[in-house]
């Protein structure tokens, strides 16, 4: 089968949905007749229509809160952010109403709310943001980011098919430079599942979206000395996959833990509690993170660079792990 990228991937996923199921509709900005600002949903409404393909007012919490309406009523809306960094604008309708819907109502909110997220394209502050830290904390949200294209295509269709919000975060600077071959038949990655990346026995890499290829670019690197590093691919957030995090600290019993989200608040401290919590036994080191500086990313290249993690950075960081 020949290969797709990974934004060749998340259209499949929304085409073969709305195949299967003519509940799925797709609501957001420009994503009809000019199919999206990346093209991700090119192709749709001329295959299904404009009552299933919807273009919308530039309104985030417009979009969101008619999503959830839609859910309510038996529909499984699919929301479009032209790029995440403006579902700040709709997290009052989120975090307030539908992450808080089956709790008060009883009523599922089966929607899921994507977009592109992500910097290392030079796109400056306003179109390079990974958001996945500020709804972390709120029960009711499930958050997916996946690095390949085979992930990107079944956890799609997962987050589509599970009947509450889904928030998933599809990395722009991915979208076509990595390709995959997809498996064949109804292809669905579980929400909730970590996948080791790379085996490895003498410390271990966690991380997840875009920073997935950095930290396997680290392990080639680490390789050349001899250092075995496991590289754990998170995929979902929320849930976290504990049982996969405890399984690599018990094997490598070294840490590094990597995201380019900014360092403060970033998820990388909920992991190094859980396994302080769980597997601290299992340390021989000190949990190390590698993340982006706690500045709005700059468009500059070099300033881009200095801001978000490296290869350079994680290499450095599995060294100094290893000398404790």
Same mark, same amino acid.
């Given at each position: #089968?020949?290969?797709?990228?990974?934004? !060749?991937?998340?259209?499949?996923?929304?085409?073969?949905?709305?195949?299967?199921?003519? =509940?799925?509709?797709?609501?957001?900005?420009?994503?009809?007749?000019?199919?999206?600002?990346?093209?991700?949903?090119?192709?749709?409404?001329?295959?299904?229509?404009? =009552?299933?393909?919807?273009?919308?007012?530039?309104?985030?919490?417009?979009?969101?809160?008619?999503?959830?309406?839609?859910? /309510?009523?038996? #529909?499984?809306?699919?929301?479009?952010?032209?790029?995440?960094?403006?579902?700040?604008?709709?997290?009052? #309708?989120?975090?307030?109403?539908?992450?808080?819907?089956?709790?008060?109502?009883?009523?599922?909110?089966?929607?899921?709310?994507?977009?592109?997220?992500?910097?290392?394209?030079?796109?400056?502050?306003?179109?390079?943001?990974?958001?996945?830290?500020?709804?972390? /904390?709120?029960?009711? *949200?499930?958050?997916?980011?996946?690095?390949?294209?085979?992930?990107?295509?079944?956890?799609?269709?997962?987050?589509?098919?599970?009947?509450?919000?889904?928030?998933?975060? !599809?990395?722009?600077?991915?979208?076509?430079?990595?390709?995959?071959?997809?498996?064949?038949?109804?292809?669905?990655?579980?929400?909730?599942?970590?996948?080791?990346?790379?085996?490895?026995?003498?410390?271990?890499?966690?991380?997840?979206?875009?920073? $997935?290829?950095?930290?396997?670019?680290?392990?080639?690197?680490?390789?050349?000395?001899? $250092?075995?590093?496991?590289?754990?691919?998170?995929?979902?957030?929320?849930?976290?996959?504990?049982?996969?995090?405890?399984?690599?600290?018990?094997?490598? =019993?070294?840490?590094?833990?990597? /995201?380019?989200?900014?360092?403060?608040?970033?998820?990388?401290?909920?992991?190094?509690?859980?396994? =302080?919590?769980?597997?601290?036994?299992?340390?021989?080191?000190? $949990?190390?993170? $590698?993340?982006?500086?706690?500045?709005?990313?700059?468009?500059?290249?070099?300033?881009?660079?200095?801001?978000?993690?490296?290869?350079?950075?994680?290499?450095?960081?599995?060294?100094?792990? *290893?000398?404790?």
């Amino acid at each position: #089968m020949a290969e797709i990228t990974y934004l !060749e991937a998340i259209r499949e996923a929304l085409f073969e949905e709305m195949e299967r199921d003519e =509940n799925v509709i797709c609501l957001g900005e420009d994503v009809g007749v000019f199919g999206g600002a990346f093209k991700v949903t090119e192709g749709l409404q001329a295959r299904f229509g404009g =009552n299933r393909v919807i273009d919308t007012p530039i309104s985030e919490i417009a979009i969101v809160g008619a999503a959830a309406g839609a859910a /309510h009523m038996g #529909m499984r809306p699919v929301a479009e952010m032209q790029f995440i960094d403006f579902i700040a604008c709709a997290y009052d #309708m989120l975090t307030n109403y539908v992450a808080t819907s089956r709790y008060r109502t009883g009523l599922a909110c089966p929607m899921v709310v994507r977009g592109p997220s992500g910097g290392y394209g030079r796109s400056g502050p306003f179109h390079s943001q990974n958001a996945e830290a500020a709804f972390l /904390h709120t029960p009711g *949200l499930k958050i997916v980011c996946p690095s390949t294209a085979e992930d990107a295509k079944g956890l799609l269709k997962s987050a589509i098919r599970d009947d509450d919000c889904v928030l998933f975060f !599809e990395h722009k600077y991915l979208y076509r430079r990595i390709k995959g071959v997809m498996p064949a038949g109804d292809h669905l990655t579980p929400i909730g599942k970590a996948r080791v990346a790379r085996a490895g026995t003498d410390l271990s890499i966690i991380t997840y979206g875009a920073t $997935v290829w950095k930290a396997l670019d680290a392990a080639e690197e680490l390789a050349k000395s001899g $250092v075995a590093a496991e590289v754990i691919d998170l995929r979902t957030l929320a849930p976290l996959d504990d049982d996969a995090i405890v399984a690599t600290v018990r094997k490598t =019993n070294r840490v590094v833990i990597v /995201h380019e989200d900014t360092r403060t608040g970033g998820i990388a401290g909920e992991i190094t509690a859980r396994i =302080n919590e769980l597997c601290w036994e299992w340390l021989d080191a000190p $949990v190390l993170r $590698v993340t982006a500086h706690d500045v709005p990313l700059p468009s500059a290249p070099a300033l881009e660079d200095f801001v978000l993690p490296q290869t350079a950075d994680i290499v450095a960081a599995a060294q100094r792990l *290893l000398t404790y």
